[in-house]
């Protein structure tokens, strides 16, 4: 199995861990239906910034928002393709992205 595959699995697992976990806390203790509760409404603001920065077109926002230690999975089978680890190289990655799509359809820099 490719060493990408194992760190999928491995990805996948804790997730479901935790996903586990938190649900088996609920469970059996009341007092974590608050905190939650509390997690849920955090996420939900921290995406809802992050869709409003780039409806507003606001880069810095955009990029504010991305962790130091981000690793972007970029799709398919081309030069791209794969795990771009940190936020420099993640945002390497969407700038070339973004040009290679402009050049496509006509536009440019």
Not at 31 to 57: F, H, M, N
Not at 71 to 80: I, K, Q, V
Request: aromatic fraction near 10%.
């Amino acid at each position: 199995m490719p060493h990408q595959n194992k760190s999928a699995i491995s990805v996948a697992r804790r997730t479901l861990l935790y996903g586990l976990g938190t649900a088996a806390a609920a469970l059996y203790d009341t007092s974590a239906w608050a905190s939650i509760e509390e997690d849920t409404k955090l996420r939900e603001k921290i995406v809802r910034r992050y869709a409003e920065a780039w409806s507003q077109g606001d880069f810095k926002a955009i990029v504010d928002s991305y962790h130091d230690d981000m690793t972007l999975h970029y799709f398919g089978h081309n030069p791209m393709a794969g795990d771009h680890v940190g936020k420099a190289a993640s945002l390497k990655t969407l700038a070339e992205a973004r040009l290679n799509f402009e050049s496509y359809v006509g536009g440019g820099p």
